[in-house]
């Protein structure tokens, strides 16, 4: 697996910097660039900035998912490891719906580490992996000066405007999460599905000025910490209740659709201890695994 660092794959410095000013400031704010060493793939070069993430830097891919789990199956990228992508032709967001990979915005993947054997987590993360993936970046761009909330399960929230989506899948025991963040522009009103539950934002962080390399270096090598800190000190049932604090629309009335015909109001009453959504309708409680969630 390749160490520690910054990593150009078969690219060019020139040509990424020619696809968005935000690519510039990192291909600029990175360099100067040199041959990545044994331990890496032919062809690629490496940034002499010192950092504790591994990040695998494409000019095009059909997708940073996929292009991550390649290269896990090669022995290339371990636990932490990501990869983003300047330009994806075949995105895709939750439900498989595609994602529009605009310019100069995040699409990266990152390579998650297994889940724990033992502990308070060992049985509780794979059914709140979601949420988890959801609080770590929100505290992470929380951090950068923001103020962010999530929508369950996680879609990222800011001045009530989407800004980002997660989707995690595991193959062969590798979970892989992926995130895209309208860090450079997003999509128009006009151009969101007809269903879309609130308009698309483009990322306010006060305290960032780099572009999508530097952000997701600084996604992984923060996102690391918030991760260790939770499964050392926080326990499942503590998790929930902290996730619940950042919940979009939390105790109030929402519009719920489950499958393509069944729709209610109910209220957002919480969080279960597997992460579903507590609804109360009709003075009965009930959980939402699977759905969409709509403000009123």
């Not at 992460?275 to 409680?285: D, K, M, P, S, T």
């Amino acid at each position: 697996m390749i160490p520690t660092g910054i990593y150009l794959m078969e690219a060019d410095p020139e040509r990424l910097s020619a696809l968005h000013p935000s690519w510039d400031k990192d291909m600029r704010a990175l360099g100067p660039w040199e041959p990545a060493g044994p331990d890496a793939p032919d062809n690629w070069l490496r940034a002499r900035r010192e950092t504790s993430a591994t990040v695998v830097l494409a000019e095009s891919c059909a997708s940073s998912m996929e292009l991550a789990r390649r290269l896990v199956e090669e022995g290339v990228l371990g636990p932490w490891g990501a990869v983003v992508c300047a330009r994806q032709t075949e995105g895709r967001g939750q439900l498989r719906r595609p994602w529009q990979s605009l310019p100069g915005n995040v699409h990266a993947s990152i390579v998650l580490p297994p889940t724990p054997s033992d502990g308070a987590w060992a049985g509780a993360m794979r059914d709140l992996l979601p949420l988890v993936a959801g609080h770590v970046v929100s505290e992470v761009l929380t951090g950068l000066g923001g103020e962010f909330r999530v929508k369950w399960p996680n879609d990222i929230l800011q001045n009530n405007r989407k800004v980002g989506g997660i989707l995690i899948e595991e193959r062969n025991g590798v979970s892989i999460v992926g995130a895209g963040l309208n860090l450079a522009d997003c999509p128009s009103d006009l151009q969101m599905r007809e269903d879309h539950s609130v308009p698309a934002g483009k990322t306010r962080l006060p305290y960032f000025s780099g572009g999508p390399g530097t952000l997701v270096e600084t996604l992984v090598s923060r996102g690391k910490s918030v991760y260790v800190v939770m499964l050392d000190e926080i326990p499942p049932t503590r998790f929930i209740t902290m996730f619940e604090s950042k919940l979009a629309w939390f105790g109030r009335t929402i519009l719920v659709r489950e499958g393509d015909d069944t729709s209610y109001e109910a209220a957002l009453a919480g969080l279960s201890l597997d992460g579903g959504l507590v609804l109360l309708r009709g003075g009965e409680r009930s959980v939402l695994h699977s759905g969409s969630i709509f403000p009123l």
